[in-house]
T-cell receptor, first 113, second 116 residues
Framework: QQQVKQSPQSLIVQKGGISIINCAYENTAFDYFPWYQQFPGKGPALLIAIRPDVSEKKEGRFTISFNKSAKQFSLHIMDSQPGDSATYFCAAMTTDSWGKLQFGAGTQVVVTP | NAGVTQTPKFQVLKTGQSMTLQCAQDMNHEYMSWYRQDPGMGLRLIHYSVGAGITDQGEVPNGYNVSRSTTEDFPLRLLSAAPSQTSVYFC???????????????FGPGTRLTVL
């Protein structure tokens, strides 16, 4: 049973549009929420991460929104570019169990020209 | 720095065969982990290690063994391969949270394993 539920499974967005990926979790002990980006044939790479003491974190065109009471967090990709086409994974972890990431199932994002 | 390296990139086994997937990192990271990636299931933790000589089980440890004799290396052993172990395997490493550094997990390029 996945502890982190991710939606949608796939997403097609036009260049310049906004991609939104949502994740929900049950374990209130989670205190670190990273997003990973994976290109075909490569390992995942950290994109952006947030801790539950803030509600939003922005790095360039990528923003994490975090809702602690709803136990949900989301990734927004603004001004989506063809180079953003990849699979995105949300994840969660507790500091006490560092190294034990719980991943969502992944979202394949395709940005059309 | 080479980062996290994994060998081999591809492997085909027959049911019942054994093999070792190699993982090495040159970043002096204490934490190392093994994940498997299957379609629609994300990545699932197999085993992890918080330092040389210390390992523990993750979510899906059955059929796999690990050991950690050095900080750099963390091999994953398949004892008797089964078709259910067909997957892409990723090794990852990070600093310990106790070191107070930004604790990004760095992933290797993966090993694609097929068990016939």
């Amino acid at each position: 049973q996945q502890q982190v539920k991710q939606s949608p499974q796939s997403l097609i967005v036009q260049k310049g549009g906004i991609s939104i990926i949502n994740c929900a979790y049950e374990n209130t002990a989670f205190d670190y929420f990273p997003w990973y980006q994976q290109f075909p044939g490569k390992g995942p790479a950290l994109l952006i991460a947030i801790r539950p003491d803030v509600s939003e974190k922005k790095e360039g065109r990528f923003t994490i929104s975090f809702n602690k009471s709803a136990k949900q967090f989301s990734l927004h990709i603004m001004d989506s570019q063809p180079g953003d086409s990849a699979t995105y994974f949300c994840a969660a972890m507790t500091t006490d169990s560092w190294g034990k990431l719980q991943f969502g199932a992944g979202t394949q994002v395709v940005v059309t020209p | 720095n080479a980062g996290v390296t994994q060998t081999p990139k591809f492997q085909v086994l027959k049911t019942g065969q054994s093999m070792t997937l190699q993982c090495a990192q040159d970043m002096n990271h204490e934490y190392m982990s093994w994940y498997r990636q299957d379609p629609g299931m994300g990545l699932r933790l197999i085993h992890y290690s918080v330092g040389a000589g210390i390992t523990d089980q993750g979510e899906v440890p059955n059929g796999y063994n690990v050991s950690r004799s050095t900080t750099e290396d963390f091999p994953l052993r398949l004892l008797s391969a089964a078709p259910s172990q067909t997957s892409v395997y990723f090794c990852a490493s990070s600093y310990s949270p106790l070191e107070g550094l930004y604790n990004e997990q760095f992933f290797g390029p993966g090993t694609r394993l097929t068990v016939l």
